[in-house]
Nanobody
Framework: QVQLLESGGGLVQAGGSLRLSCAAS????????MGWFRQAPGKERESVAA????????YYADSVKGRFTISRDNAKNTVYLQMNSLTPEDTAVYYC?????????????????????WGQGTQVTVSS
């Protein structure tokens, strides 16, 4: 398993942007499918974006499609979530997650139980 550490959260006005980073430990980061989830108070954790180990396939929730972009830099063992045109509805704790695929398949994963490792989360607050 890898250890994950998110950063980049904060307070931003509606319409603004943030870029979240998730740094992973370990030497096999490139074999991991990655995902970003968020959890607002009183709500279940939901998938926001996901990416296959190769980066060739991606997923976005309908609520963020066209505004958020997931990317990865395997040389830096880091996955990013660029968030643009933020709205108060995007306010949540954002978590990154990793699943070791051992370089098999080209899938992304959107369910929490599918992931092996989780970060501690970073708070994103969007003011109106």
């Amino acid at each position: 398993q890898v250890q994950l550490l998110e950063s980049g959260g904060g307070l931003v006005q509606a319409g603004g942007s943030l870029r979240l980073s998730c740094a992973a430990s370990g030497r096999t980061f490139s074999s991991y499918a990655m995902g970003w989830f968020r959890q607002a108070p009183g709500k279940e954790r939901e998938s926001v974006a996901a990416m296959s180990w190769s980066g060739g396939t991606t997923y976005y929730a309908d609520s963020v499609k066209g505004r958020f972009t997931i990317s990865r830099d395997n040389a830096k063992n880091t996955v990013y979530l660029q968030m643009n045109s933020l709205t108060p509805e995007d306010t949540a704790v954002y978590y990154c997650a990793a699943k070791n695929t051992y370089f098999r398949g080209t899938y992304f994963y959107t369910q929490t139980f599918q992931y092996d490792s989780w970060g501690q989360g970073t708070q994103v607050t969007v003011s109106s």
